[in-house]
């Protein structure tokens, strides 16, 4: 297939000709599949699970699933079944989890597969909801716990991630308790447990991971997929199809040296690239470095398992996340070639307790030793906060994961195509950030103008002119020759912060879609019509452009103009009303209609099974879907009430605690409301119990790449203590969070003296759900810790979070608390 695409910039100043950006025809070899060396493949009812250099493929058809880490010991089990239900409303497919060896054997021979430990109760409880699950078996995994996960007895014994016989005597073990949890959940069982990954971020012999692999396999673990991370290089090669090599990429990271904003090479996770391998992931241990993709690269499906969903911060470094990182790096990806986009992490936790030691990385050790983490708090600033708060790159990635499942496919099949003139280098934003990804047909169109802590400027009088190849569904369509497109009609401002992908030569059920300015989103059948949502792209009027030949459009809404070969709507505003109306000429009882949300109401798109049928919803309150029942937790300042909009409407009435549930007509959609259900936020008293002490000496770690040290827990003696005046009619039925608004170094929250949760402060408020520690809470009362942090402290903080100090040498304030109440209401 060939692809040639030119994008025309006009410089609105100059008033110059259009700057012409050409790629030249590419040809893409066949897809690849017979050579991967996976496990088996069918499941006992038949389903097929398998991959080839493009994708992954489940049941004959091309899958792009979207992949999110939950790590189970760092959860509650009694909490598990709603968190992984909230994945998979937001659009997880797979759900990946480490299993960290010193969870469970931190005394040699004393195994702990119990309470928040039991991997068999995640996995099939996953499995229950709907998720696929891959296990993460280490034996070495990183996850900023302590020795990356090795128990301290392994570490002792030296000769550790290697093929040294008494490390793979243990490490064979803990393979074998592993594939004991896991008897009867693998796919091949009829269960969720599609695949394993073996080591992480393992850079010696291949034949270590290859030994890994036999020691699985031999153990039970057959599955259809083997993977490893796709960094750093291994020092010899591994044979092709072995293990399937997954990527990843991070906005900013909290292990770098460097105390300032944006060091190495963050900047390039915001530009289209085909490089797979990212430069700046664990470079603490790996050291900054140019980096290249393994030769046989092409030959294996892009997937991803580390795109940041969040960020932790270190001691040293406080990452203050904004959710536009998140999504910006995500659509890079696809832009780039991924298919699948796999989150490290989708859901935050806290580390559980241990017999012997605290569990959180630390310069204090001897292993894995290179930065500090909170003792407690592995919340990451992710989609899914460590008390279940849900969070904004939550909505941002779901509008994603809905188009890949209804794309997914198409996308897969399609190469990328990457400008002539690219931005130079981190200096270079100017230049337009784009990326075409197309079938020679048909394809999709990505531009990113966002790049973490930088405004970009605007991209003025923008036009893309894309030559495809013959045989497109872009008119004109001549037999043996190219087809020439140019969009919008007009040009376009591409805004500060904006990241966008348009579709072209799109099929919509029958229609083909010349080009939109719109974002698609999902679609639906239902009513005798296939209704096709898109998003707006802000600042950008919306136009739909169709083969008058083939097509008849109705335009409900918005500016109509023909001519011998094309239809184009202009103008089109967004709403939740039908803006078009199309039918094919040849089928003229086929009927599709679209639907062009607002960007704010895209956001608030959801798809789940209700009232024994598919359906999609409309709500601004977080939703999640179970036993064909949905459930609306109220979030502040959406209603006064808990409301979903839906499409299609049930026939049958909708009753709550005995009484109707209010319903209306919401443009296409039917608006229902669940009165006397509505989130709450409440100002909490406090009050100062002890001064803050003498100022603690910050000291720096005895480590290869010293930083800064977190503080102990005898420095906490000198922290500013406040007691927390709770409401006393506070109803933890409804999972309040307590916000603790502060400024300081570190803090702790303890309840009746039980240290719950720790912070390291970035900006950001403190949260504790509090229906989790509600045995706690009745013993005891809770108090906030806080020490003073120092003026010319040597830690990097982001600008928006460092405090005016003025003539104080220190600041330990806590400003103010609220409760904040997320009651729930099922439908």
């Not at 030559?467 to 569904?473: D, E, F, I, K, N």
């Not at 000429?585 to 209609?593: N, Q």
């Not at 296409?668 to 669940?674: A, H």
Request: some cysteine; hydrophobic content about 40%.
């Amino acid at each position: 297939m060939k692809l040639a695409v030119l994008i025309l910039l006009v410089s609105s100043s100059l008033m110059a000709a259009p700057l012409t950006i050409s790629l030249a025809p590419r040809a893409d070899a066949p897809a690849e599949s017979a050579a991967f060396a996976m496990g088996t493949a069918k499941n006992p009812s038949g389903s097929t699970l398998a991959l080839d250099s493009r994708s992954l493929w489940l049941d004959g058809r091309r899958w792009t699933p979207a992949m999110g880490e939950f790590h189970y010991s760092r959860y509650p089990a009694a909490e598990w079944r709603n968190e992984l239900l909230k994945m998979k409303a937001g659009g997880i497919d797979l759900v990946a989890t480490y299993v960290f060896w010193i969870h469970h054997e931190e005394i040699e021979g004393q195994w702990d597969w119990s309470g928040q430990r039991d991997l068999r109760r995640f996995v099939k409880t996953a499995g229950e909801v709907g998720l696929k699950v891959i296990v993460r078996c280490g034996p070495w995994c990183h996850g900023e716990v302590r020795n990356g996960g090795l128990p301290d007895w392994i570490v002792a014994r030296g000769n550790m991630r290697s093929d040294d016989p008494g490390y793979l005597a243990s490490a064979t073990r803990l393979y074998q308790q592993i594939a004991a949890q896991l008897g009867g959940l693998l796919w091949k069982e009829g269960g969720p447990v599609i695949g394993i990954q073996l080591e992480n971020e393992y850079g010696g012999p291949a034949a270590h991971l290859l030994t890994l692999k036999r020691i699985a396999r031999e153990a039970g673990l057959d599955v259809p997929i083997y993977t490893r991370t796709g960094w750093p290089a291994l020092r010899t090669p591994m044979p092709f199809g072995e293990i399937i090599p997954l990527y990843g990429v991070y906005a900013e990271g909290f292990w770098d040296r460097e105390l300032t904003s944006m060091p190495g090479n963050y900047w390039a996770g915001f530009h289209f690239s085909t490089l797979r391998t990212d430069a700046n992931i664990a470079n603490e241990a790996l050291g900054r470095r140019d980096v290249q993709d393994a030769p046989d690269v092409a030959r294996y499906p892009y997937l991803t398992c580390e795109i940041g969903g969040g960020m932790m911060s270190s001691y040293h470094r406080r990452i203050l996340v904004d959710s536009r990182d998140i999504e910006s790096t995500t659509l890079v990806k696809l832009g780039s070639g991924s298919v699948s986009p796999g989150y490290y992490m989708y859901h935050g936790g806290t580390n559980p307790e241990a017999k012997l030691t605290t569990l959180m990385e630390s310069q204090a050790t001897s292993l894995t030793n290179w930065n500090d983490l909170p003792e407690k708090n592995y919340d990451f600033q992710a989609p899914l906060g460590q008390y279940g708060q849900v969070r904004p790159q939550y909505h941002s990635l779901r509008r994603l994961h809905l188009f890949l499942h209804e794309w997914g496919d198409e996308l897969a099949a399609t190469s990328v195509s990457l400008p002539d003139v690219r931005p130079t280098g981190r200096d270079d934003v100017t230049t337009l950030r784009w990326a075409a990804r197309a079938d020679g047909a048909s394809g999709f169109l990505f531009v990113n103008n966002y790049e973490r802590s930088r405004e970009l400027p605007p991209k003025p009088d923008v036009q893309f002119t894309l030559v495809l190849a013959s045989g497109t569904r872009v008119p004109p369509a001549d037999s043996g020759r190219s087809a020439r497109l140019t969009f919008p009609s007009r040009p376009i401002t591409v805004a500060p912060s904006a990241a966008f992908f348009w579709p072209f030569g799109l099929d919509l059920g029958g229609v083909t879609l010349t080009y939109a300015t719109a974002q698609p989103i999902t679609q639906i059948i239902a009513d005798g019509a296939r209704t096709v949502f898109f998003a707006e792209t802000p600042g950008v009027p919306a136009e739909f452009a169709f083969d008058a030949r083939e097509t008849k459009v109705e335009a409900v809404r918005g500016e109509m103009t023909r001519d011998a070969d094309r239809i184009l709507v202009a103008a089109l505003p967004a709403g939740r009303e039908v803006a078009l109306v199309l039918q094919p000429r040849k089928t003229p009882d086929h009927t599709v209609r679209i639907v062009l949300l607002s960007d704010a109401d895209s956001r608030a798109l959801w798809k789940g099974t209700w009232h024994g049928g598919e359906r999609v919803f409309l709500a601004h309150d977080n939703l999640s879907f179970a036993t064909d029942r949905v459930r609306i937790e109220s979030t502040p300042g959406t209603s006064t009430a808990a409301t979903a909009s839906v499409y299609p409407a049930p026939a049958a009435k909708l009753r709550v605690n005995g009484a109707n549930v209010a319903s209306e007509p919401d443009g296409l959609f039917t608006r229902f409301t669940s009165r006397g259900v509505q989130s709450q936020i409440t100002p909490v008293a406090f009050e100062l119990v002890r001064a803050p002490g003498p100022l603690r000496h910050i000291q720096s770690a005895r480590t290869q790449q010293p930083v800064a040290a977190a503080p102990i827990d005898a420095d906490f003696a000198d922290a500013a203590v406040w007691r927390i005046q709770l409401p006393r009619d506070l109803d933890l039925g409804t999972n309040p969070l307590l916000r603790l608004h502060y400024v300081g170094d570190v803090a702790r929250v303890s309840i009746g003296g039980t240290f719950v949760t720790d912070d390291f402060y970035n900006g950001n408020a403190l949260e504790i759900g509090l229906r989790r520690h509600a045995d706690l809470l009745r013993a005891g009362e809770l108090t906030i810790a806080i020490l003073p942090l120092q003026k010319g402290a040597p830690i990097f903080f982001p600008e928006s979070a460092k405090p005016e100090f003025e003539d104080r040498p220190a600041v330990a304030e806590l400003q103010h608390v609220e409760v904040v109440t997320r009651p729930e209401v099922e439908l």
